[in-house]
């Protein structure tokens, strides 16, 4: 099994632009999670899903957008990307219990200039 | 509601000797509990969890922590740090509407 994977790793945008990060696992999990982590900070959740065609506002939604069409793929769009949304984004999921763990991809390293 | 706190942002400890990293919980349900560390430009890797069954539970790289229902806490322990544990550490705890808090991290320095 792969995990979590997540692409690009590092990027970098110029105010206005867009893009989307890229999440993918293979566990079959129904949970997937998006947060983000600023520098010298903890884990801020963005959007999460609990599963294929649900998805769900977290702490700091704004500026950003998910989808859910599978139970693989999570990807994040984020439209008009601003400097504040420079940050290094981490993709996780989890299986359906809460017992369960979280697994985390190795993370896009975002800067917005 | 749920809520996590790591009692300590930062802790330095000279390697060879133990480490305690803290937290305290509060849920209205009986929670889950996890630790996971995450080394400089690395993601989060799972230490340990609590899920209801032996209090003391054993991790990876030879920590452990305790749950403690009576002091809503769930320290994490190591007997001699070595200087590859040098990393972020965050408790989290998820219960069974879902959430999953996260603490604010606890950054452990070893010194040589």
């Known amino acids: 099994n792969a995990g979590v994977t997540q692409t690009p790793k590092f990027r970098i945008l110029k105010i206005g632009q867009s893009m989307t990060l890229q999440c993918t696992q293979d566990?079959?999990?129904?949970?997937m999670y998006w947060y983000r982590q600023d520098p010298g900070m903890g884990l801020k959740l963005i959007y999460y899903?609990?599963?294929?065609?649900?998805?769900d506002k977290g702490e700091v939604p704004n500026g950003y957008n998910v989808s859910r069409s599978t139970t693989e793929d999570f990807p994040l769009r984020l439209e008009l990307a601003a400097p504040s949304q420079t940050s290094v984004y981490f993709c996780?999921?989890?299986?359906?219990?809460?017992?369960?763990?979280?697994?985390f991809g190795p993370g896009t390293r975002l800067t917005v200039l | 509601a749920q809520s996590v706190t790591q009692l300590d942002s930062h802790v330095s400890v000279s390697e060879g000797t133990p480490v305690l990293l803290r937290c305290n919980y509060s849920?209205?349900?009986?929670?889950?509990l996890f630790w996971y560390v995450q080394h400089p430009n690395k993601g989060l890797q799972l230490l340990l969890k609590?899920?209801?069954?032996?209090?003391l539970v054993k991790g990876i790289n030879g920590f452990e922590a305790e749950f403690k229902k009576s002091e809503t806490s769930f320290h994490l322990t190591k007997p001699s740090a070595h200087m590859s544990d040098a990393a972020e550490y965050f408790c989290?705890?998820?219960?069974?509407?879902?959430?999953?808090?996260f603490g604010k991290g606890t950054r452990l320095h070893i010194l040589p």
């Open positions: 566990m079959n999990h129904n949970y």
């Open positions: 989290v705890v998820s219960d069974r509407d879902d959430k999953i808090i």
């Open positions: 899903s609990v599963g294929a065609g649900i998805t």
């Open positions: 609590y899920t209801s069954a032996a209090t």
């Open positions: 996780a999921s989890r299986g359906f219990s809460s017992y369960n763990e979280q697994f």
């Open positions: 849920s209205s349900y009986s929670p889950s």
